[in-house]
């Protein structure tokens, strides 16, 4: 028994992975900027930003909802409630740098472009950068 605890504890260790970054989130709902890590792991993503003097915030992303500091709500309404154009996957399809719902792409030198009247939406090696004019959405997280 002690052998397959210490199996899954190994494989579950393994199988999550943490990268630095530098996030900014600037929607009606959630203003932050600041320095914290990436995790992610089996069926979530989990950003947690460290504010100076101030408990850190978490950001879970999961299948079906997004967690504020384990405050659950349905992905699709939250997302829906920024704008109902925007695909549910948003903040998913920004994490792992794959294109949007709008424009063509256009490649630069180290990622891709989108954009349009509205949006704004650039993909590089270390930086992705979403940005709605008409909402005045930002998200920037920088990969350290």
Same mark, same amino acid.
Do not use: H
């Given at each position: 028994?002690? +052998?397959?605890?210490?199996?899954?504890?190994?494989?579950?260790?393994?199988?999550?992975? &943490? !990268?630095?970054?530098?996030? #900014? /989130?600037?929607?009606?709902?959630?203003?932050?900027?600041?320095?914290?890590? =990436?995790?992610?792991?089996?069926?979530?993503?989990?950003?947690?930003?460290?504010? #100076?003097?101030?408990? $850190?915030?978490?950001? &879970?992303?999961?299948?079906?909802?997004?967690?504020?500091?384990?405050?659950?709500?349905?992905?699709? #309404? /939250?997302?829906?409630? =920024?704008?109902?154009?925007? $695909?549910?996957?948003?903040?998913? +399809?920004? =994490?792992? !740098?794959?294109?949007?719902?709008?424009?063509?792409?256009? !490649?630069?030198?180290?990622?891709? =472009?989108?954009?349009?009247?509205?949006?704004?939406?650039?993909? &590089?090696?270390?930086?992705?950068? /979403?940005?709605?004019? #008409?909402?005045?959405?930002?998200?920037?997280? !920088?990969?350290?």
């Amino acid at each position: 028994m002690f +052998r397959i605890i210490v199996f899954v504890l190994f494989f579950i260790g393994c199988g999550i992975k &943490t !990268k630095p970054i530098y996030v #900014a /989130f600037n929607t009606p709902k959630l203003k932050i900027a600041d320095q914290g890590f =990436l995790k992610e792991g089996f069926g979530y993503r989990e950003i947690v930003i460290y504010k #100076a003097g101030v408990e $850190p915030i978490k950001i &879970t992303l999961k299948s079906n909802e997004i967690c504020l500091n384990f405050k659950c709500v349905n992905k699709k #309404a /939250f997302i829906k409630s =920024l704008d109902k154009g925007y $695909p549910y996957d948003l903040l998913d +399809r920004i =994490l792992e !740098k794959k294109p949007l719902w709008f424009g063509k792409i256009i !490649k630069i030198k180290d990622g891709f =472009l989108q954009k349009d009247d509205r949006f704004f939406y650039k993909v &590089t090696k270390d930086k992705v950068v /979403f940005k709605d004019r #008409a909402k005045k959405i930002v998200v920037l997280i !920088k990969f350290l």
